[in-house]
């Protein structure tokens, strides 16, 4: 029985890889990492969304530029604001949830996923908050 990698589907694998599939815990470990490299070069999450990091002003003086062979989803945007959210770097949150919203307003609200779209109305709401209390006085 042939076996294909999740990642290429063209490319064999042994039937002893069949099940080397992304856990959870690989789920996580990447919006960690998308979280951490966002806060750390604040680079253009609107390019994230074409699958591409670009860092123009590496501290060695060096270009960097990532790229995936995929696209992110607004899904993807709204976990990646939400983890951030959960760690309290409200900052990354704002950056990729204005990606979010942006990809909603681009496909109509009712082409997502409703309990999303809700889950992020109410972290929009909260990051006002915590951003700006001075307007609750």
């Known amino acids: 029985m042939k076996a294909y990698s999740w990642y290429n589907p063209d490319s064999e694998q042994n039937e002893?890889?069949?099940?080397?599939?992304?856990?959870?815990?690989d789920y996580e470990g990447a919006l960690n990492g998308l979280v951490i490299l966002y806060d750390t070069y604040l680079f253009d999450p609107f390019e994230l969304r074409k699958g591409r990091i670009h860092i123009p002003d590496f501290a060695s003086g060096e270009r960097v530029d990532l790229s995936a062979a995929h696209n992110l989803t607004e899904d993807?945007?709204?976990r990646l604001s939400m983890y951030a959210y959960g760690?309290?770097?409200y900052d990354v949150a704002i950056?990729?949830?204005r990606v979010y919203f942006h990809m909603v307003e681009e496909k109509g609200e009712g082409e997502v996923?409703?309990?999303i779209l809700e889950s992020m109305?109410?972290?929009?709401?909260n990051l006002v908050r915590h951003s700006f209390?001075?307007?609750?006085?």
């Open 95 to 97: 950056g990729y949830a």
């Open 76 to 78: 993807d945007f709204a």
């Open 133 to 137: 209390p001075s307007l609750l006085l």
């Open 113 to 115: 996923a409703q309990n």
């Open 87 to 89: 760690k309290t770097w």
């Open 121 to 125: 109305k109410a972290i929009k709401k």
């Open 16 to 25: 002893e890889e069949e099940n080397d599939l992304p856990t959870l815990k």
